[in-house]
């Protein structure tokens, strides 16, 4: 079992930065890959970026490659999703979740465990 609990969403305006951090406690969580995913209001829950246990792999979705950054220390059992040149397309309530084992996925049906959410508005 592994709860979740992201933090650092808020109110910025577009172009700038912010940075999510997502907090794990339970068992050894370099076991675990974790996504970040966002659903904006009336839309479906989309995925942003994954990285794997041990932090060598990463993946993007399109529309987020050369913005975002995923990161994790898994010394402080956190993964982190680096925002840059946020646009108010951003605008949603962000998710980290995780799955069992070191390989990256992109499919929420993927991803036992999930966090409660934090919400990011990009003002224009």
């Known amino acids: 079992q592994v709860q979740l609990v992201e933090s650092g969403g808020g109110l910025v305006q577009a172009g700038g930065p912010l940075r999510l951090s997502c907090a794990a406690s339970g068992r050894t969580f370099s076991n675990y890959a974790v996504g970040w995913f966002r659903q904006a209001p009336e839309k479906e829950r989309e995925f942003v970026a994954s990285?794997?246990?041990?932090?060598?792999?990463?993946y993007y979705a399109g529309s987020m490659m050369g913005r975002f950054t995923i990161s994790r220390d898994n010394a402080k059992n956190t993964v982190y999703l680096q925002m840059n040149v946020l646009k108010p397309e951003d605008t949603a309530t962000y998710y980290c979740?995780?799955?069992?084992?070191?390989?990256?996925?992109?499919?929420?049906?993927?991803?036992?465990?999930w966090g409660q959410g934090t919400q990011v508005t990009v003002s224009s």
């Open positions: 990285i794997s246990g041990s932090g060598s792999n990463t």
């Open positions: 979740a995780a799955r069992l084992g070191n390989y990256i996925a992109t499919i929420r049906e993927n991803y036992n465990y």
